[in-house]
């Protein structure tokens, strides 16, 4: 069982997503080059997530700062996206303000950030899809932060 702190994490996501390509259509096809930034008391996380047409063509590790050469990236504190994966794992999907575009908008606890304006709009295009790839974690085992 890979943690949502791990990268495996992110890559058996990917690999539910690329095995699944119906589900995505849709929704459309994607091009973009996404961070997410956990931080943690422990650890960060920085994850790199490329989607291209209707896939997740990398999921790699990003250094400190490494998140500037995304388009966009999520960044927020390891217990609010264990939060988010808890409750895609007992409601199937992302809930009310669990959803990405929720907490997003909100900014308390998850920020979409991004070098210029037209990262942000990339983001907000295609939030469905990362959603979507977010909500594969309800086909993976339980989730320990």
Same mark, same amino acid.
């Given at each position: 069982?890979?943690?949502?702190?791990?990268?495996? %994490? %992110?890559?058996?996501?990917?690999?539910?997503?690329?095995?699944?390509?119906?589900? %995505?259509?849709?929704?459309?096809?994607? &091009?973009?080059?996404?961070?997410?930034?956990?931080?943690?008391?422990?650890? =960060?996380? +920085?994850? +790199?997530?490329?989607?291209?047409?209707? /896939?997740?063509?990398?999921?790699?590790?990003?250094?400190? /700062?490494?998140?500037?050469?995304?388009?966009?990236?999520?960044? /927020? &504190?390891?217990?609010?996206?264990?939060?988010?994966?808890? =409750?895609?794992?007992?409601?199937?999907?992302?809930?009310? +303000?669990?959803?990405?575009?929720?907490?997003?908008?909100?900014?308390? +606890?998850?920020?979409?950030?991004?070098? &210029?304006?037209?990262?942000? =709009?990339?983001?907000?295009?295609?939030?469905?899809?990362?959603?979507?790839?977010?909500?594969?974690?309800?086909?993976?085992?339980?989730?320990?932060?």
């Amino acid at each position: 069982m890979a943690y949502v702190s791990e990268l495996s %994490y %992110y890559q058996e996501l990917a690999a539910l997503m690329n095995a699944h390509p119906e589900d %995505y259509e849709i929704l459309g096809e994607v &091009d973009l080059n996404l961070g997410l930034v956990m931080t943690g008391q422990a650890a =960060d996380l +920085r994850v +790199r997530l490329q989607f291209e047409g209707l /896939g997740c063509t990398e999921v790699s590790a990003l250094e400190e /700062g490494g998140e500037h050469s995304c388009d966009c990236w999520l960044e /927020g &504190d390891l217990e609010a996206w264990g939060e988010m994966f808890d =409750d895609i794992h007992v409601n199937g999907m992302a809930t009310g +303000r669990k959803t990405v575009n929720s907490l997003t908008l909100l900014g308390d +606890r998850i920020d979409i950030r991004a070098n &210029d304006p037209l990262g942000k =709009d990339l983001f907000f295009r295609f939030n469905q899809t990362v959603q979507q790839f977010l909500d594969g974690a309800a086909e993976l085992e339980q989730s320990v932060v």
